[in-house]
Each structure stands twice: as C-alpha cells, then as structure tokens.
C-alpha cells in the first residue's frame, strides 16, 4: 500500500506558482521522499527529491517539514505541459517505490 | 541525464501469443529494474524487480510463469508476456534504478499492450 497520501486533484492557473501538499508521516530518518510526474500516456517524470533540506532546481522546489512528515512540490510558474498526475513517494529498504494515486494537476489558461 | 529506452511502443497481439517487451538503460549501467503495470486512470503497481544476473522478485499476486523476466545484462531487461489474453491489456512501465545513496529510478515512456 501506498503510504503517502495526496489530494486528489488540483486546479492551477497558468503563471501562477502551484503548491501540491503530500503526507508522508511514516517515513523513517534516512529516506528520502521523491517526486514524479505523468503525463497523460507517458511514463513518470523524475523531478526532485529531498531528505532534510529543501531543494530546489530547474523543475521545481521541494519544502519538506522540519518533522519530515509532509512536504510541499512548488512549480514557481505553472505552464499549460505542467499539466499531468504528480506523485509523492519514498521507497523501502529494497529501494522499490509503492505508488498512491497521486495528485493530478490540471493548469488552465 | 539518465534515460530509459522502452520498445515497443505499442503491440497489438493475438489472443495466446507471446510478446516481450525490451527495457533499455541508455547512458547508465543498472543491476535493477522494475517492472510497473498501470490500467486506465489507475496509478502504477509494482510487478517484478529484476536483477542482473539473478532471478527476478515478484510481488504478491503476480504470475511468474506469465510475466517471465530476464536482466541478462547491466542496461537490458526483458517482460515477456506469455500466452496473452485479453484481460492482459494494459500499459506496461519499466525503470531503471541509478543505484547509490539515493534510490532514483529513471522510467520508460512504456509499451501499451493490446490483446485481441
């Protein structure tokens, strides 16, 4: 089971930045969480990931809580192609990656 | 950056026919793959991992006998679906895992599988 919880869908309007939450209250002090995103028909997207620190690089930036039990994906400047289905995820010890149903983001003119 | 070369693209089979699917790391070596199913509108679930060298770890619920895998080699993983049925249509992903202190998998653009 997934173990990261999203909302389910989010509306963005093009330009403007689009904040996407995810919980992750269960992970543990060396995993880092990751983020992707689907385009409709593509395969996932990696865009950031992060341990302790927030991050930031050409895609996105990445706040995680001082608790590390959530975390915040920014797209400073939403475009129409940001549009697509954003997953939160950290892996187990064997490195696999259980998928939830992820966020999907639709950015509108 | 890391890129993961999937093929085909897209197959249309016979019912009873086998199809392999061909997962490619391209600029990087990978001792494991994934091998994702994903069905419309759903999210992605984990079929097998597959190690170079070694015999591939399945999830619970998933047919080793019809979902064979082989990683012969550090940048080539294969899924052969064996005697396809209808109700084996799906997307299919695979990922390459860039090994290291960070468990970034990097994924291909998947193969859509249609069994008539």
């Known amino acids: 089971d997934a173990k990261t919880t999203q909302p389910p869908s989010m509306d963005c309007a093009e330009g403007r930045a689009a904040n996407l939450p995810c919980n992750h209250s269960?992970?543990?002090?060396?995993?880092?969480v990751y983020w992707y995103r689907q385009i409709h028909s593509q395969g996932p997207q990696y865009i950031i990931h992060g341990l302790k620190n927030n991050e930031t690089n050409e895609m996105a930036s990445l706040i995680i809580t001082e608790d590390r039990k959530s975390s915040t994906l920014i797209l400073p400047h939403a475009t129409l192609r940001d549009t697509a289905v954003y997953y939160c995820i950290y892996s187990d010890s064997w490195g696999k990656f259980q998928f939830g149903a992820g966020t999907q983001v639709v950015v509108t003119p | 950056g890391a890129v993961v070369s999937q093929h085909p693209s897209r197959v249309i089979c016979k019912s009873g026919t086998s199809v392999k699917i061909e997962c490619r790391s391209l600029d990087f070596q990978a001792t494991t793959m994934f091998w994702y199913r994903q069905f419309p509108k759903k999210s992605l679930m984990l079929m097998a991992t597959?190690?170079?060298?070694?015999?591939?770890?399945?999830e619970q619920g998933v047919e080793k006998d019809k979902f064979l895998i082989n990683h012969a080699s550090l940048t080539l993983s294969t899924l052969t679906v064996t005697s396809a049925h209808p109700e084996d249509s799906s997307f299919y992903i695979c990922s390459a895992h860039l090994q290291g202190r960070v468990d970034i998998q990097y994924f291909g653009a998947g193969t859509r599988l249609s069994v008539l």
């Open positions: 269960t992970i543990s002090g060396n995993e880092y």
């Open positions: 597959s190690n170079e060298g070694s015999k591939a770890t399945y």
